[in-house]
């Protein structure tokens, strides 16, 4: 079994070698840097239920359009009997600007 591991890092240890030598070979002739995929931020708000849906649902809607005028898309909403869990996500804003 340990020969299989030392052939796969091998592998990997090869392929990572020559993506090195790609870059280098890309700055050497003076080629723009490849892009990095964008980052991303997140925020987490937890939204408790009351007595009246009515209520409710304006707590949400209102939740939705204030993060929504900021730049952020709900990306994972989860819900249980007492409360609601919405994950928004947005681009990062850029370190080089």
């Not at 840097?33 to 809607?61: C, H, N, S, W």
């Amino acid at each position: 079994m340990r020969g299989a591991t030392n052939a796969f890092d091998d592998a990997i240890h090869d392929a990572g070698d020559d993506a090195i030598a790609d870059a280098a070979k890309l700055a050497v002739n003076g080629a723009p840097p490849l892009p990095l995929p964008a980052m991303k931020e997140y925020q987490a708000v937890i939204v408790r239920f009351g007595k009246r849906v009515r209520e409710d649902e304006d707590a949400l809607t209102d939740l939705l359009n204030e993060r929504s005028r900021s730049g952020w898309t709900p990306a994972l909403m989860t819900q249980n009997e007492s409360r609601v869990t919405v994950v928004f996500a947005r681009e990062a804003p850029n370190a080089d600007a």
